[in-house]
């Protein structure tokens, strides 16, 4: 299985932009990648500079969102939907994105529940719950 370290996530997402700018052939994960930074121009000032993004504090007290664990959360649930894993979630996600009218919304919606099924899986000590996760998508789809 793949792991990559916090700053191996950062150097792709850096990689990618730059070769996105430089009309360089993209891997189709990079493609993905490079459809979800497109859609945020907050986070390009932090992905031009790859040695300042691997050095770089992203902290909650310093009021400062992770562009990196945010993108990376975009294209988790992409993979996730993709292969509706865990099953449901791709469904889940679509009803959510005909709600809002937006994919993109819908994925921002998809992040506070993934977030809130892996704080507690972390707290408890047990494995994630894909149902608790495909149910908080859900809800945000039906109300």
């Known amino acids: 299985m793949f792991a990559p370290t916090q700053h191996d996530v ?4 850096c990689e990618t932009y730059r070769k996105e700018r430089a009309g ?4 189709p994960m990079e493609a993905l990648a490079a459809d979800w930074i497109s859609q945020h121009p907050e986070y390009h000032g932090d992905l031009a500079d790859a040695e300042a993004a691997v050095a770089a504090s992203f902290r909650v007290e310093d009021g400062r ?28 996600t679509d009803l959510l ?18 977030g809130q099924m892996l704080w507690t899986s972390q707290r408890s000590g047990l494995p ?11 809800r945000r789809a039906t109300r």
């Open 10 to 13: 950062r150097r792709f997402f």
């Open 24 to 27: 360089e052939p993209l891997s």
């Open 65 to 92: 969102t992770n562009p990196f664990l945010h993108l990376a959360m975009h294209l988790s649930i992409s993979e996730q939907t993709s292969v509706d894993q865990p099953r449901g979630i791709r469904q889940a």
């Open 97 to 114: 994105a005909r709600r809002l009218g937006s994919l993109h919304e819908a994925h921002h919606e998809v992040m506070e529940c993934l």
């Open 128 to 138: 994630p719950d894909g149902e608790a996760y495909i149910d908080c998508v859900r």
